[in-house]
Each structure stands twice: as C-alpha cells, then as structure tokens.
C-alpha cells in the first residue's frame, strides 16, 4: 500500500511540475493556456509539491492568491493525510 502511494505521490507530482512548466511556456509564446482549475485541480490530486515547485521554479501563478496561499494550504493538507495513513499501518 505504502509503496503504491509513495509511486502515484511521486508521478503526479512530477507531472505536475512539468504542466506548470509548459503553461508558463504556453503564456510567452501566447498560446492557448492550461486552465486555473486544472492546474488546481492537479494539487488536489496529490500533486501539491510539484505545483510548489513549478510555482517557484518557473515563476508561475506566484502572484494569484488561489496558488500563493491555495497550493501550501493543499500541501500540509496533504502531509497531514500521508502521514496518518503511513502511521495508521506501521
């Protein structure tokens, strides 16, 4: 159990990370973006440090109140939630 959460933790966040990257790319080149919820919607799923790191790694969404305050809310959500899971099966 453990160490299917520690690999779907670890893909998510990794594509995360990168869907952070490539809407920063699509917001240069003035293409069509990848939208707001989505991108929150990601962090919810178990992708929350990976948005952190896009945010900060890419400079993206860092002045939008909903990432600024919204993503390191979902992150020690999310902390919370793994730790109890891991603690309630050892």
Not at 68 to 78: R, S
Request: aromatic residues 12%; hydrophobic residues 55%; charged residues 20%.
């Amino acid at each position: 159990m453990e160490r299917l959460l520690l690999i779907y933790l670890a893909g998510i966040n990794v594509a995360t990370f990168f869907t952070y990257g490539l809407d920063k790319w699509k917001a240069r080149q003035d293409r069509w973006r990848i939208r707001e919820s989505a991108l929150l919607l990601l962090a919810v799923l178990g992708g929350s440090v990976g948005a952190w790191l896009g945010m900060k790694v890419w400079h993206h969404k860092t002045l939008h109140k909903k990432f600024k305050y919204g993503v390191p809310a979902i992150l020690i959500l999310q902390i919370a939630l793994v730790t109890f899971l891991l603690c309630r099966h050892a």
